[in-house]
C-alpha cells in the first residue's frame, strides 16, 4: 500500500490546484466573475511582478482566463481558502492532519508538523472546521431507524483557566460554568451537535424538529428533557437514576460513545475551548464521527469531503481573531 502522505497534492502545488480543481470542480470550472463554463483557459504557472521580497517574481499557480468576461480567477475564489497566502498543498497537509485524528489535532502541533506560525496555524484549523460544517442538511432518521440525543456539558474546570478566560457562570450545580451540548446520532448513521444557551424543552424540540423526520424513534436516557412523543416521534427512554441503562433496543449508548469522543478531544487535544468558537469544534467532531471509518469512509475520502466544504463559506480575520480558543 502507496503512503497517503507521497500523494503529489502534498507536496506540488500545481497537483494541489489540480487536486482541488477536481474536488471543487466535478463537472468542470466555472468562471465566478460570470457564471461561464465554456471558452475558460488554463493559464499555465504565470510569474508575478518582481518586488523587494521577490526580486525575480513569485510562481502564481492555478490561473484560469474566462474568454467571456475577460477575467481570471482560480479554484480558490469564494472559498474558505480566498485571500490565504497559505500555498495549497499546505492546506491539503493541514485538512489531511485535521481529518484522520480522531480527537483533532491542536494548533501547537500543526505549528510544528507545517512550519507556519502558531497564528496562522490556529487560523487554518479555523477555516477547516467551517469547511467541516454541514450548511444545512437534509433531515437525519426515517421509517425505521433510531435517533440517539442527549446533552453533555463541556469546558474544563474553571480554576484551571486563565481569569479572562472563565465561563460566566449560569447559577450554581456542576454545570453552571460549562457550555450545554445537545447532540444527536442516528445509528449507524451521522452525527450532528449543538450548542444551546441552556437545555430546555423548547430548544430541544427545535433541533429534533428541524433536523430529525418525523416518524423517528428517538430514544434518550432520562436526563434529556425529551417530550419527543408529542411531537409526532415514537420516543422512548432509560432511566439512568434507577440503574437502568439499556432495555431492548432502547439505550443512549451510541450518543454516549460520540460524547466520549468529543471530551476526549476538547480535554486531551485541544485543552479549553471557549464557547464563541465552541460551534466550529462541534461542526469537526460531528463532521469526522459522520465520516467515520465504519461507514466506510478512510482518511482520504474524508479530507476529500472536508474540502468540498470549502465553498461558499467565507470566513475572515476580523471574525475569528478573538484569541482564546485553545492553549
Ligand atoms: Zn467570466
Not at 503512503?3 to 506540488?12: G, K
Not at 468542470?28 to 526580486?55: E, F, I, Y
Not at 444551546?196 to 428533557?225: F, M, Q
Amino acid at each position: 500500500m502507496a503512503s497517503v502522505l507521497s500523494e503529489s497534492y502534498f507536496h506540488d502545488e500545481q497537483a494541489a490546484f489540480e487536486a482541488l480543481e477536481r474536488i471543487v470542480w466535478p463537472d468542470g470550472p466555472s468562471c465566478p466573475h460570470c457564471g461561464a463554463t465554456d471558452r475558460l483557459n488554463r493559464l499555465g504557472v504565470q510569474r508575478s511582478k518582481p518586488s523587494k521580497t521577490h526580486p525575480e517574481g513569485r510562481s502564481v499557480y492555478g490561473l484560469w482566463k474566462c474568454y467571456h468576461c475577460r477575467g481570471q480567477f482560480t479554484v480558490r475564489k469564494g472559498t474558505v481558502f480566498e485571500d490565504s497566502p497559505i500555498p495549497l498543498h499546505i492546506w491539503f497537509q493541514a485538512a489531511h492532519l485535521l481529518c484522520s485524528s480522531k480527537k483533532g489535532i491542536s494548533s501547537n502541533q500543526l505549528h510544528r508538523v507545517l512550519g507556519v506560525t502558531l497564528k496562522t496555524a490556529w487560523f487554518m484549523s479555523m477555516r477547516l472546521r467551517t469547511a467541516m460544517g454541514d450548511g444545512g442538511l437534509s433531515p437525519m432518521g426515517g421509517n425505521s431507524s433510531t435517533v440517539e440525543i442527549d446533552e453533555a456539558y463541556i469546558g474544563g474546570a474553571e480554576k484551571n483557566k486563565h481569569a479572562n478566560k472563565r465561563t460566566p457562570s449560569r447559577g450554581h450545580g456542576p454545570h453552571a460554568t460549562k457550555a450545554p451540548v445537545v447532540a444527536l446520532v442516528e445509528r449507524n448513521g451521522k452525527a450532528r451537535a449543538y450548542h444551546v444557551p441552556d437545555v430546555t424543552g423548547a430548544n430541544l424540540r427545535e433541533i429534533v424538529g428541524k433536523n430529525v423526520r418525523r416518524g423517528t424513534k428517538i430514544y434518550s436516557d432520562d436526563s434529556a428533557i425529551t417530550q419527543s412523543g408529542a411531537w409526532g416521534y415514537s420516543h422512548a427512554s432509560v432511566n439512568h437514576k434507577a440503574g437502568e441503562y439499556v432495555r431492548g433496543d432502547v439505550h443512549s449508548n451510541t450518543v454516549e460513545g460520540f460524547f466520549a469522543i468529543l471530551k476526549r478531544g476538547i480535554v486531551g487535544t485541544y485543552h479549553h475551548v471557549s464557547e464563541e468558537h465552541l460551534h466550529r469544534y462541534l461542526s469537526e467532531f460531528s463532521f469526522r464521527y459522520s465520516e467515520r471509518s465504519a461507514l466506510g469512509v478512510e482518511d482520504r475520502e474524508r479530507a476529500t469531503k472536508a474540502l468540498r466544504g470549502i465553498v461558499g463559506k467565507r470566513l475572515t480575520y476580523k471574525s475569528t481573531d478573538r484569541r482564546g480558543a485553545e492553549a
